[in-house]
């Protein structure tokens, strides 16, 4: 299971800080991923972290301004959200890859086995 929090309401230039919060399963064996979706839009991944969180990958879209950290004793992974603009509004997912290698890091929604119910980002401009 995955729940995911700490959405809302931000002004263009603002910041924010999702977490997602695993259990059930053993979430250090786990890549784990943040992903997005706009309305009339397909999911589109945002970042990622490897199993140990040594790791990262991010859109070219976000680079720079996002930053995705594990804790792996407490199961939460977080997305820092920094410099947000209007374009960045979505609902955003986290999801784990229970079955990825060790220094692998999937940015495809396929490669995903479990899912967390997303959180609404909006950002105003």
């Known amino acids: 299971q995955l729940q995911a929090s700490g959405g809302g309401l931000v002004q263009a230039g603002g910041s924010l800080r999702l977490s997602c919060a695993a259990s059930g399963w053993s979430f250090s064996r786990a890549a784990m991923g943040w992903f997005r979706q706009a309305p009339g839009k397909e999911r589109e991944f945002v970042a990622a972290?490897?199993?140990?969180?040594?790791?990262?990958r991010y859109a070219e879209s976000v680079k720079g301004r996002f930053t995705v950290s594990r804790d792996n004793a407490k199961k939460v992974v977080s997305l820092q959200m920094d410099n947000l603009k209007p374009e960045d509004t979505a609902v955003y997912f986290c999801?784990?890859?229970?079955?990825?290698?060790?220094?692998?890091?999937?940015?495809?929604?396929?490669?995903?086995?479990?899912w967390g119910q997303g959180t609404q980002v909006t950002v105003s401009s």
């Open positions: 999801a784990a890859d229970v079955n990825a290698i060790l220094s692998n890091i999937p940015v495809t929604t396929r490669e995903y086995d479990y």
């Open positions: 972290t490897s199993r140990s969180g040594g790791s990262t």
